[in-house]
């Protein structure tokens, strides 16, 4: 069973950063794809930042591009998303999710395309 646990929300002044780390379990294989989406209220989910683990290769939402990073360690199954220059419409609920394998049913910041999910974790920024 695959499982993906999610830390490092919070709360924080425009400008400020924060990093969001996900662990997952249960998945064989080295090469999945890996990432962070976020929904806010109203609003569809959508890809912020996804990784295929082993090539390294990212994947960026253009509202995030410059200002947030996704790396792996594979030593430890993490991904982790810095996010530096937060904003107030960075404000959501970011979740954590992972696909078995280099081949994808959609683009890498496709919701739909990804198969497990974690339980989210809230990001808050204040003007």
């Known amino acids: 069973q695959v499982q993906l646990v999610e830390s490092g929300g919070g709360s924080v002044q425009a400008g400020g950063s924060l990093t969001l780390s996900c662990a997952v379990s249960?998945?064989?294989?080295?090469?999945?794809?890996m990432g962070w989406f976020r929904q806010a209220p109203g609003k569809e989910r959508e890809g912020v930042a996804t990784?295929?683990?082993?090539?390294?290769?990212?994947y960026y939402a253009d509202s995030v591009k410059g200002r947030f990073t996704l790396s792996q360690d594979n030593a430890r199954n993490t991904v982790a998303l810095q996010m530096n220059s937060l904003k107030p419409e960075d404000t959501a609920m970011y979740y954590c999710?992972?696909?078995?394998?280099?081949?994808?049913?959609?683009?890498?910041?496709?919701?739909?395309?990804?198969?497990?999910w974690g339980q989210g974790t809230q990001v808050t920024v204040s003007s």
């Open positions: 990784i295929l683990t082993g090539s390294g290769r990212t």
């Open positions: 249960g998945l064989t294989s080295s090469r999945r794809f």
């Open positions: 999710a992972a696909r078995e394998g280099a081949v994808l049913p959609g683009t890498p910041l496709d919701s739909w395309a990804y198969n497990s």
